[in-house]
């Protein structure tokens, strides 16, 4: 089983910047990637996923200005969102699977709002 819990969401001007951190346990190396997710109303999309040895994928909305790094020794993951736009509002979710789209475990979710 595999727990994962996110913090670091909350209300920023558009052009700021955020960042998310997602603790995870259990039994994190039977799945070899770490992801995000978000959830706008009516959508769900992929955000971004690393392999423990660092292999990365984004969405090509994010590219560019958001960035995703993990921490292995201490079972922590990172994004790293800048530039923000009103259209990156959505609830962020931390996921753990398979590489390139980690979705077998899900997180609570944390919020962030991007004011125009």
């Known amino acids: 089983q595999v727990k994962l819990v996110e913090s670091g969401g909350g209300l920023v001007q558009a052009g700021g910047s955020l960042r998310l951190s997602c603790a995870a346990s259990?039994?994190?190396?039977?799945?070899?990637?770490l992801g995000w997710y978000r959830q706008a109303p009516g959508k769900r999309e992929f955000v971004a996923a690393m392999?423990?040895?660092?292999?990365?994928k984004y969405a090509d909305a994010v590219k560019g200005r958001f960035t995703i790094s993990r921490d292995n020794a201490n079972n922590m993951m990172y994004l790293q969102m800048n530039s923000l736009k009103p259209e990156d509002t959505a609830v962020y979710y931390c996921?753990?699977?398979?590489?390139?789209?980690?979705?077998?475990?899900w997180g609570q979710g944390t919020q962030v709002t991007v004011s125009s």
């Open positions: 996921t753990a699977g398979w590489y390139p789209l980690p979705t077998d475990y």
């Open positions: 259990g039994s994190i190396s039977s799945k070899n990637a």
């Open positions: 392999t423990r040895d660092g292999t990365t």
